[in-house]
């Protein structure tokens, strides 16, 4: 499988948008939901300006509201491509940025560059920079 991640910055919404390949001869099937936090609690990876990959400043475990209904895998056929979003809220907290994603946030410093990456089905995409605005 092969990832490709680009974001969506508006005010205090971030969306990181999740391209996925297929670039095997067969047909693949996979959860790519985030109901109970886990898909950006285990994929998503976070650099400061240094490189430094970045400590969660929260991890949320989030038992999902049972309904009784089954959640649908997702398939992609050979050379298919799938897009997914995960979103993200950036609060301030105490003069500090916190990037929100459900099941996983991170401080981030005001006007710095940072470096988020997507890991997923053993595959690990592109390294995106992003500068969160300053006031």
Known sequence: ??????????E????????????TDKERS?????????????GIRLFNANHE?????????ISPLY???Q?????????ETGQFELPAKILEEDGELILSFKGISFRIVRGEKFYIT????GAISNLLEVVAESE
């Open 30 to 42: 996979f959860y790519c939901y985030n109901d109970t936090g886990g898909l950006a609690r285990n």
């Open 118 to 121: 997507f890991n997923f089905l």
């Open 1 to 10: 499988m092969k990832l490709n991640i680009s974001y969506h910055l508006e």
């Open 71 to 79: 959640v649908r895998a997702d398939v992609l056929t050979p050379n």
């Open 53 to 61: 990959q970045a400590e969660p400043y929260e991890r949320a475990f």
């Open 67 to 69: 309904t009784g209904e």
């Open 12 to 23: 205090t919404r971030f969306i990181l948008h999740i391209e996925i390949t297929n670039d």
